[in-house]
């Protein structure tokens, strides 16, 4: 059964440094595509980045971030571990949102030319909440 776990999500103060974790099962995530999303309570969920499968050709992966996270959130693949974290440096206070990871088994599509929509994403976790203080 593919299942996919968030963890990393903390209390926190203003202006520090939290890194997340995905941590894959029966599914390998260095191969597919992997989407980091948010959602605070009452709002609608939104992209804050993505990696793509390794390209078998080059051996890499690709990022890609919304551009107001570009420069405070980076996301790197673990392949020995099965996990792709973000990382979120400068964090400001907000509504408290759960950060979920996703993974397109499908189509993959998904960030292979930039970051993508929800829907495209097939396999979700159930989250981790981070919390920054005022």
């Known amino acids: 059964q593919v299942r996919l776990e968030e963890s990393g999500g903390a209390l926190v103060q203003p202006g520090e440094s939290l890194r997340l974790s995905c941590a894959g099962s029966h599914v390998l995530v260095d191969y597919y595509s992997v989407g980091w999303f948010r959602q ?4 609608e969920r939104e992209a804050v980045g993505c990696i793509s499968g ?3 050709s080059t051996r890499q992966s690709k990022t890609s971030y919304t551009k107001s996270m570009e ?3 980076s996301i790197h693949n673990d392949s020995t571990k099965n ?5 979120m440096d400068r964090l400001k206070p907000g509504n408290t949102p759960d950060y979920y990871c996703a993974a397109d088994l499908g189509t ?3 960030c292979t030319k930039g970051i993508s929509e929800d829907d495209e ?3 979700w976790g159930q989250g ?3 919390t920054v203080t005022t």
Do not use: W
Request: glycine share 8%.
């Open 54 to 56: 390794v390209d078998f």
């Open 71 to 73: 420069g405070r959130f």
């Open 40 to 43: 605070a309570p009452g709002k």
């Open 121 to 123: 994403y097939d396999n």
């Open 83 to 87: 996990t792709v974290y973000l990382k």
């Open 108 to 110: 993959r599509i998904a």
């Open 128 to 130: 981790t909440q981070v």
